[in-house]
């Protein structure tokens, strides 16, 4: 199982850009999905999740800017982002507890590989 990202670019301050995730293969159960971001020499932190019920969290930075959604059946996650920062660059690693095959105990975190989004004028 992978988590196929896509999305990211340049975009200039106060421009909008989307990123969206993909679980590769059809799985048990896909419980939270999230968006992280790691700046250069920063912490890995929270941007965005999504429970499978819709109920949703951000980091402060990005309230009221960065929308999270997520599309059940087709188990994908999507971050809209408007009014985009300077301080927004980073990589952006989508996240997601899945549940992999209806005999596996619990859920395994699973990461993508990384979107870059980089800011700038």
């Known amino acids: 199982v992978q988590l196929q990202a896509s999305g990211g670019g340049l975009v200039q301050p106060g421009g909008s850009l989307r990123l969206s995730c993909k679980v590769s293969?059809?799985?048990?159960?896909?419980?939270?999905m999230g968006w992280f971001r790691q700046a250069p020499g920063k912490q890995r932190e929270l941007v965005a999740s999504?429970?499978?019920?819709?109920?949703?969290e951000y980091g402060d930075s990005v309230k009221g800017r960065f929308t999270i959604s997520r599309d059940n059946p087709k188990s994908t996650v999507s971050l809209q982002m408007n009014n985009l920062k300077p301080e927004d660059t980073a990589v952006y690693y989508c996240?997601?507890?899945?549940?992999?095959?209806?005999?596996?105990?619990?859920?395994?975190?699973?990461w993508g590989q990384g979107t870059q989004v980089t800011v700038s004028s």
């Open positions: 999504i429970t499978e019920g819709g109920s949703t």
């Open positions: 996240n997601a507890a899945i549940r992999d095959t209806i005999v596996t105990r619990g859920f395994r975190d699973y």
């Open positions: 293969e059809i799985v048990f159960d896909v419980g939270t």
